[in-house]
Structure formats: C-alpha cells, structure tokens
C-alpha cells in the first residue's frame, strides 16, 4: 500500500482544514487508515483512525468533536476534516495503513505517507 497526503496549509486558529490520504493497492479496504501528528520536538501521535469498513472510528481526546475521520473504499481515499483549529494542531500530519482494527501504537502501522504540514496561527 502506497500512500500520499495532501491538503495541509496554514490557517488562523478557528479555521478549517481538509486533508486527504490517497492509498494504492488492491486490498485497500483490508487496512486500517488512521493520521498522526508531529509536532516540532515532540513525539509522533495517534490523531484519529477508521476501521476497514469506516464504521468504527477513534479520535484522540484533543481532537474529539472538531476532527472527522472517514474513508470511501471506492476512490481509496481517507479524509480528514479538522474544524476549530487550535494553535496546538501545528504539525506534520501522516497518513498510515495498519491491519489491525484501529490500533493508536505507531509502532502497528505498516505503512506511512510523506506527510503533510499544517501551521495554525494565533
């Protein structure tokens, strides 16, 4: 599985942002997809993930009721609306493909994009 972000920018805190994952590869509807984060200094960390039908999402805390993870097996795409964006959002993002059901371990995910900066200004 091959994957490619896009949709990061920079926005003023409140904004929006939508940033898709394309994946290739058949068996793209046998993956869990899910986005990290990484902050400059810090750790990489899970953000949120879909599992292999998209009827089971996980959201960080942080995120929950601002973030909106879903996919479509059709197009092989998994997007993820952020609205209300916070300063703290400021991260390299990166699309991920595990196949176990939504694990938040970095270490479970096989595959990973190049990512994709988002920068939210105060």
């Known amino acids: 599985v091959q994957l490619v972000e896009s949709g990061g920018g920079s926005v003023q805190a409140g904004g929006s942002l939508r940033l898709s994952c394309a994946a290739s590869?058949?068996?793209?509807?046998?993956?869990?997809v899910a986005w990290f984060r990484q902050a400059p200094g810090k750790e990489r960390e899970f953000v949120a993930g879909?599992?292999?039908?998209?009827?089971?999402?996980l959201y960080e805390d942080s995120v929950k009721a601002r973030f909106t993870i879903s996919r479509d097996n059709v197009k092989n795409t998994v997007t993820l609306q952020m609205s209300n964006l916070k300063p703290e959002d400021t991260a390299v993002y990166y699309c991920?493909?595990?196949?176990?059901?939504?694990?938040?371990?970095?270490?479970?995910?096989?595959?990973w994009g190049q990512g994709t900066q988002v920068t939210v200004s105060s």
């Open positions: 590869g058949r068996t793209f509807s046998r993956y869990t």
């Open positions: 991920a493909a595990a196949r176990r059901l939504v694990p938040t371990a970095e270490r479970e995910y096989d595959y």
């Open positions: 879909t599992g292999w039908s998209g009827s089971r999402t």
